[in-house]
Protein backbone atom coordinates (compact mmCIF):
# COMPACT_ATOMS: atom_id res chain seq x y z
CA UNK A 1 0.00 0.00 0.00
CA UNK A 2 1.27 3.94 -0.16
CA UNK A 3 2.61 5.40 2.22
CA UNK A 4 4.05 1.83 3.52
CA UNK A 5 6.71 -0.86 2.68
CA UNK A 6 6.98 -4.73 3.81
CA UNK A 7 10.21 -5.63 5.82
CA UNK A 8 11.26 -9.28 6.75
CA UNK A 9 12.80 -8.90 9.90
CA UNK A 10 15.56 -11.46 11.39
CA UNK A 11 13.38 -14.14 12.74
CA UNK A 12 11.09 -14.33 9.31
CA UNK A 13 8.05 -12.34 10.62
CA UNK A 14 7.18 -9.45 8.98
CA UNK A 15 6.88 -5.11 9.98
CA UNK A 16 6.16 -2.66 7.64
CA UNK A 17 7.75 1.22 6.70
CA UNK A 18 5.02 3.85 7.71
CA UNK A 19 6.39 6.63 5.50
CA UNK A 20 3.98 8.59 7.93
CA UNK A 21 6.47 8.51 10.70
CA UNK A 22 9.69 7.40 8.97
CA UNK A 23 9.91 4.52 11.00
CA UNK A 24 9.21 0.72 11.11
CA UNK A 25 6.35 -0.67 12.91
CA UNK A 26 8.81 -3.79 14.97
CA UNK A 27 12.91 -4.29 15.14
CA UNK A 28 14.11 -5.69 12.58
CA UNK A 29 15.88 -8.11 14.61
CA UNK A 30 12.48 -9.50 14.82
CA UNK A 31 9.06 -8.58 14.89
CA UNK A 32 7.37 -11.17 16.42
CA UNK A 33 10.11 -11.77 18.90
CA UNK A 34 10.34 -7.97 19.97
CA UNK A 35 6.62 -8.35 20.53
CA UNK A 36 6.78 -11.38 22.59
CA UNK A 37 9.85 -9.83 24.86
CA UNK A 38 8.25 -7.11 25.52
CA UNK A 39 4.72 -7.31 25.73
CA UNK A 40 3.74 -10.70 26.28
CA UNK A 41 6.63 -11.24 28.68
CA UNK A 42 7.27 -7.67 29.48
CA UNK A 43 3.30 -7.63 31.19
CA UNK A 44 3.73 -11.23 32.76
CA UNK A 45 0.69 -12.70 30.89
CA UNK A 46 1.43 -15.83 32.62
CA UNK A 47 1.28 -15.23 36.28
CA UNK A 48 -2.55 -13.12 35.02
CA UNK A 49 -3.62 -17.00 33.77
CA UNK A 50 -2.20 -19.09 36.69
CA UNK A 51 -3.58 -16.93 38.69
CA UNK A 52 -6.96 -16.80 36.79
CA UNK A 53 -7.15 -12.73 36.35
CA UNK A 54 -9.34 -11.54 34.19
CA UNK A 55 -7.11 -9.91 31.45
CA UNK A 56 -7.93 -6.60 30.05
CA UNK A 57 -5.19 -5.42 27.52
CA UNK A 58 -4.76 -1.85 25.94
CA UNK A 59 -2.43 -1.58 23.34
CA UNK A 60 -0.74 1.88 22.50
CA UNK A 61 -0.57 1.07 18.43
CA UNK A 62 -2.53 -1.75 16.61
CA UNK A 63 -0.05 -1.53 13.70
CA UNK A 64 0.33 -5.14 11.68
CA UNK A 65 -1.93 -6.20 13.81
CA UNK A 66 0.91 -8.17 15.33
CA UNK A 67 0.67 -7.48 18.94
CA UNK A 68 -3.07 -8.87 18.99
CA UNK A 69 -2.14 -11.81 17.33
CA UNK A 70 0.89 -12.96 18.97
CA UNK A 71 -0.95 -12.69 22.05
CA UNK A 72 -4.03 -14.57 21.19
CA UNK A 73 -1.73 -16.98 20.10
CA UNK A 74 0.14 -17.20 23.48
CA UNK A 75 -3.00 -17.34 25.43
CA UNK A 76 -4.57 -20.20 23.43
CA UNK A 77 -8.15 -20.73 25.02
CA UNK A 78 -7.77 -18.21 27.85
CA UNK A 79 -10.29 -15.53 27.54
CA UNK A 80 -9.03 -11.82 27.25
CA UNK A 81 -10.12 -8.39 26.01
CA UNK A 82 -8.05 -6.14 24.03
CA UNK A 83 -8.69 -2.31 22.94
CA UNK A 84 -5.64 -0.90 20.78
CA UNK A 85 -5.84 2.58 18.70
CA UNK A 86 -4.91 3.34 15.38
CA UNK A 87 -4.82 6.68 13.52
CA UNK A 88 -4.51 5.29 9.70
CA UNK A 89 -7.26 3.16 8.55
CA UNK A 90 -5.14 1.58 5.85
CA UNK A 91 -2.96 -0.21 8.56
CA UNK A 92 -6.17 -1.72 9.99
CA UNK A 93 -6.69 -3.27 6.36
CA UNK A 94 -2.81 -4.36 6.18
CA UNK A 95 -3.11 -5.88 9.16
CA UNK A 96 -6.28 -7.99 7.84
CA UNK A 97 -4.02 -9.15 4.68
CA UNK A 98 -1.60 -10.08 6.91
CA UNK A 99 -3.80 -12.14 9.34
CA UNK A 100 -7.03 -13.62 8.07
CA UNK A 101 -8.03 -13.52 11.82
CA UNK A 102 -8.43 -9.83 11.29
CA UNK A 103 -11.31 -10.48 8.66
CA UNK A 104 -13.93 -10.72 11.04
CA UNK A 105 -13.49 -6.96 12.14
CA UNK A 106 -16.11 -4.48 11.56
CA UNK A 107 -16.82 -0.93 11.44
CA UNK A 108 -19.73 -0.67 14.13
CA UNK A 109 -19.37 3.56 13.80
CA UNK A 110 -17.19 5.88 12.78
CA UNK A 111 -13.86 5.30 14.91
CA UNK A 112 -14.63 1.94 16.65
CA UNK A 113 -13.52 -1.68 14.94
CA UNK A 114 -14.67 -4.81 16.59
CA UNK A 115 -14.40 -8.49 16.64
CA UNK A 116 -14.96 -11.98 18.52
CA UNK A 117 -12.24 -14.25 17.51
CA UNK A 118 -11.81 -17.39 19.66
CA UNK A 119 -12.14 -16.13 23.09
CA UNK A 120 -11.30 -12.52 22.82
CA UNK A 121 -12.89 -9.46 22.07
CA UNK A 122 -11.15 -6.77 19.96
CA UNK A 123 -12.01 -3.46 19.72
CA UNK A 124 -9.85 -0.95 17.99
CA UNK A 125 -10.29 2.73 18.12
CA UNK A 126 -9.46 4.62 14.97
CA UNK A 127 -8.10 8.30 15.19
CA UNK A 128 -5.99 10.31 16.99
CA UNK A 129 -5.20 8.38 20.39
CA UNK A 130 -5.10 11.12 22.72
CA UNK A 131 -9.08 12.12 21.40
CA UNK A 132 -10.45 8.84 21.14
CA UNK A 133 -8.73 6.94 24.00
CA UNK A 134 -10.03 9.78 26.24
CA UNK A 135 -13.65 9.37 24.64
CA UNK A 136 -13.98 5.76 25.56
CA UNK A 137 -13.17 5.83 28.75
CA UNK A 138 -15.27 8.10 29.64
CA UNK A 139 -18.19 6.14 27.94
CA UNK A 140 -16.97 2.66 28.90
CA UNK A 141 -16.67 0.90 32.10
CA UNK A 142 -12.83 -0.67 30.88
CA UNK A 143 -9.84 -0.41 32.80
CA UNK A 144 -6.80 -2.17 31.47
CA UNK A 145 -4.84 -4.40 33.94
CA UNK A 146 -1.87 -4.40 31.40
CA UNK A 147 -0.66 -1.63 28.82
CA UNK A 148 1.29 -2.94 25.58
CA UNK A 149 3.25 1.32 25.25
CA UNK A 150 3.98 0.43 21.50
CA UNK A 151 3.87 3.77 19.95
CA UNK A 152 5.79 4.77 17.60
CA UNK A 153 8.97 6.25 18.91
CA UNK A 154 9.25 9.46 21.07
CA UNK A 155 11.17 11.06 18.54
CA UNK A 156 8.58 10.49 15.85
CA UNK A 157 5.32 10.67 17.87
CA UNK A 158 5.92 11.97 21.14
CA UNK A 159 2.05 12.90 21.51
CA UNK A 160 1.66 9.49 22.97
CA UNK A 161 4.43 9.62 25.68
CA UNK A 162 4.33 12.93 27.57
CA UNK A 163 3.29 13.11 30.50
CA UNK A 164 -0.35 13.83 30.03
CA UNK A 165 -0.78 10.57 27.74
CA UNK A 166 0.33 8.60 30.62
CA UNK A 167 -1.68 10.17 32.82
CA UNK A 168 -4.56 9.34 31.17
CA UNK A 169 -3.27 5.28 31.37
CA UNK A 170 -2.96 5.73 35.07
CA UNK A 171 -6.12 7.16 36.09
CA UNK A 172 -8.18 4.24 33.78
CA UNK A 173 -5.65 1.62 34.85
CA UNK A 174 -6.29 -0.89 37.53
CA UNK A 175 -4.32 -0.90 40.57
CA UNK A 176 -2.23 -3.79 39.92
CA UNK A 177 -1.61 -3.00 36.24
CA UNK A 178 1.38 -3.29 34.37
CA UNK A 179 2.55 -1.80 31.50
CA UNK A 180 5.70 -2.32 29.32
CA UNK A 181 7.31 -0.73 26.47
CA UNK A 182 10.57 -1.03 24.72
CA UNK A 183 11.95 2.83 25.54
CA UNK A 184 14.33 3.17 28.62
CA UNK A 185 14.51 7.22 27.54
CA UNK A 186 14.71 9.00 30.41
CA UNK A 187 12.45 12.01 29.46
CA UNK A 188 9.86 9.07 29.13
CA UNK A 189 10.80 7.91 32.31
CA UNK A 190 10.29 11.26 34.29
CA UNK A 191 7.07 11.53 32.01
CA UNK A 192 5.88 7.94 33.45
CA UNK A 193 6.75 8.28 36.98
CA UNK A 194 5.89 12.14 37.10
CA UNK A 195 2.24 10.41 36.13
CA UNK A 196 2.56 7.95 38.99
CA UNK A 197 3.87 5.05 37.34
CA UNK A 198 6.39 3.04 39.57
CA UNK A 199 9.90 2.00 37.13
CA UNK A 200 11.48 -1.15 36.67
CA UNK A 201 13.93 -2.34 34.26
CA UNK A 202 12.42 -4.46 31.48
CA UNK A 203 13.38 -6.92 29.13
CA UNK A 204 16.33 -6.54 26.98
CA UNK A 205 15.83 -6.94 23.00
CA UNK A 206 17.85 -6.29 19.86
CA UNK A 207 20.23 -3.33 19.94
CA UNK A 208 18.52 -1.83 22.68
CA UNK A 209 20.57 -1.73 26.39
CA UNK A 210 17.12 -2.18 28.09
CA UNK A 211 13.55 -1.41 28.15
CA UNK A 212 11.24 0.12 31.01
CA UNK A 213 8.16 -1.83 32.61
CA UNK A 214 6.06 -0.07 35.20
CA UNK A 215 4.06 -2.79 37.30
CA UNK A 216 2.45 -0.93 40.17
CA UNK A 217 2.68 -4.07 42.53
CA UNK A 218 6.39 -2.98 42.82
CA UNK A 219 8.14 -0.04 43.82
CA UNK A 220 10.64 1.93 41.79
CA UNK A 221 14.12 0.41 41.87
CA UNK A 222 16.54 3.00 43.23
CA UNK A 223 18.87 2.01 40.49
CA UNK A 224 16.60 3.98 38.21
CA UNK A 225 16.05 6.73 39.81
CA UNK A 226 19.56 7.34 40.77
CA UNK A 227 20.06 7.34 37.16
CA UNK A 228 16.72 9.89 36.56
CA UNK A 229 18.49 12.17 39.27
CA UNK A 230 21.68 12.24 36.92
CA UNK A 231 20.20 12.66 33.72
CA UNK A 232 19.32 16.73 32.65
CA UNK A 233 16.57 14.90 30.09
CA UNK A 234 13.37 16.65 30.82
CA UNK A 235 9.87 14.65 31.20
CA UNK A 236 7.79 15.16 27.91
CA UNK A 237 5.19 17.78 28.43
CA UNK A 238 4.08 18.67 24.68
CA UNK A 239 0.21 19.23 25.10
CA UNK A 240 -1.23 19.91 21.78
CA UNK A 241 -0.85 17.00 18.77
CA UNK A 242 0.04 17.08 15.81
CA UNK A 243 -2.70 16.51 12.50
CA UNK A 244 -1.25 14.25 10.67
CA UNK A 245 -2.21 14.09 7.24
CA UNK A 246 -2.92 10.38 6.35
Known amino acids: ??????????????????????????????????????????????????????????????????????TLEYLGKYPFNFLSVEIDEKMIQIAQKEFSQLLKLEKICAYIYKAKIQNASLTILLGDATK????????????PNTIYQDAFSPKRNPYLWTTSWFKLLKENATDDCIMSTYSSSSSIRKSMLAAGWTLQEGIKFGSKRSSTRSDLCLATEDTILE??????????????????KL
Open 1 to 70: MENYKKIKTSDGSYTYYSALFDENCHSTSGAKNETYTHYVLGCKLDRKVVQKKPINILEVGFGTGLGFIT
Open 132 to 143: TLNKYFKENKYK
Open 227 to 244: KLKRSGAPELTIKIAKDY
